[in-house]
């Protein structure tokens, strides 16, 4: 197993990408926090993961607050120690719109949950695994982060931001055996998805044609890319974004 006694904290654990890589690390030996703003889908998730032999605990914390980030990051190291990973996965799709139609609190609280959140749990799970000698650190960033989406300003703002943390972060703990990366998702069956298509944003056809493999990606592939990164199999892998979009960004 890939991850045979380490302790993996994971935030936006409790649907979509989140969900199914906690179960996933359980499955590779991880004990794991599966942290949420739901905490009855963070227990769901949880209780997969028992019912399979694993041990995880559930966890409810606004990534965007600081005393919830590290209250999360206390009760991880309080059941199962300090984390060896954290998978900063928690995130919005916020209010769309036009730069100059966004509310400055929708573009605020965009900013706080999928840039501010990501620096907050890295702040306050970095001391712990500077004293264990190591760790992995993986963050969701997004294509968006990458290419301009029309009406997704605070979005795309806030996962180039993330790209960016996770490089000065990479640069900052190398000497400390951290390695820190990000993952840059495309279309993935997720509930966010689902709600786009939902508001008549796009329809899954429409959704499937934007990767050149014709068709949207699923949470496993995010997750068997996220053991990869928190796993030896990329020791040497530090400070890069991880595309995943099925060639969204080649076309």
Known sequence: MKLAGKT????????????????????????????????A????????????????FAFRADVSRGEDTEAMVAATVRNFGPPDVLFNNAGIEG???????????????????????????????LPHMIRNGGGSIIN????????????SAAYCAAKAGVIALTRVGAAEYGRYNIRV?????GAIDTPMVERLHASGGMNQQQTARLSVLGRV???????????????????????????????????
Do not use: Y
């Open 217 to 251: 990606g699923n949470a496993e592939e995010i997750a068997r890319t996220a053991l990869f990164l928190a796993s030896d199999d990329a020791s040497f892998a530090t400070g890069a974004p991880f595309i995943i979009d099925g060639g969204w960004t080649v076309t």
């Open 41 to 56: 889908s963070a227990a769901q998730t949880v209780q997969r993961i028992t019912a399979e032999g694993g041990r995880a």
């Open 181 to 185: 990366n990000c993952i840059c998702p």
């Open 140 to 151: 969701t960033a997004s294509i968006a982060g990458l290419v301009a989406i029309r009406g």
């Open 95 to 125: 209010e769309g719109g036009f730069l100059a139609q966004l509310s400055e609190e929708a573009f605020d609280r965009v900013i706080a949950v999928n840039l501010r959140g990501v620096w907050l749990g890295m702040k306050h799970a």
């Open 8 to 39: 993996a904290l994971i935030t936006g654990g409790g649907s979509g990408m989140g969900r199914a890589t906690a179960i996933l690390f359980a499955r590779e030996g991880a004990s794991v926090a599966v942290v949420d703003i739901n905490e």
